[in-house]
Nanobody, 123 residues
Framework: QSQLVESGGGLVQPGGSLLLSCGTS????????IGWFRQAPGKEREGIVC????????YYADSAKDRFTMSRDSAKHTVYLHMNSLTPEDTARYYC????????????????YGQGTQVTVSS
């Protein structure tokens, strides 16, 4: 059962940027670690990056370290994934997940999930 909602995906040209959002109306995200995952066609879902409840960002994908970052807007109960310098290799469905405990590279470490938002990088 999905309790998180992702948005902001779409078609973008190589080198472009996108801002993905993760939110829920069922609980306050402020006290949760929020992880982002992605799954490309024919590939396994991979962890990208996580923002802990106290503001630490942990990267799980080397390709994301210099291009992606996360932020939290507590007033809007929303966590964001800022993606820059996108390449076709970033094309995937992006998912957010929430944990009341810690960041985890394994999606099984989270309690709540979303249905994902599609990101396509193409010229």
């Amino acid at each position: 059962q999905s309790q998180l909602v992702e948005s902001g995906g779409g078609l973008v040209q190589p080198g472009g940027s996108l801002l993905l959002s993760c939110g829920t109306s069922e609980f306050t995200l402020e006290h949760y670690a929020i992880g982002w995952f992605r799954q490309a066609p024919g590939k396994e879902r991979e962890g990208i990056v996580c923002l802990s409840s106290y503001g630490k960002i942990t990267y799980y994908a080397d390709s994301a370290k210099d291009r992606f970052t996360m932020s939290r807007d507590s007033a809007k109960h929303t966590v964001y994934l800022h993606m820059n310098s996108l390449t076709p290799e970033d094309t995937a469905r992006y998912y957010c997940a929430a944990s009341p405990i810690n960041c985890d590279n394994d999606q099984e470490g989270y309690n709540y999930y979303g249905q994902g938002t599609q990101v396509t990088v193409s010229s």
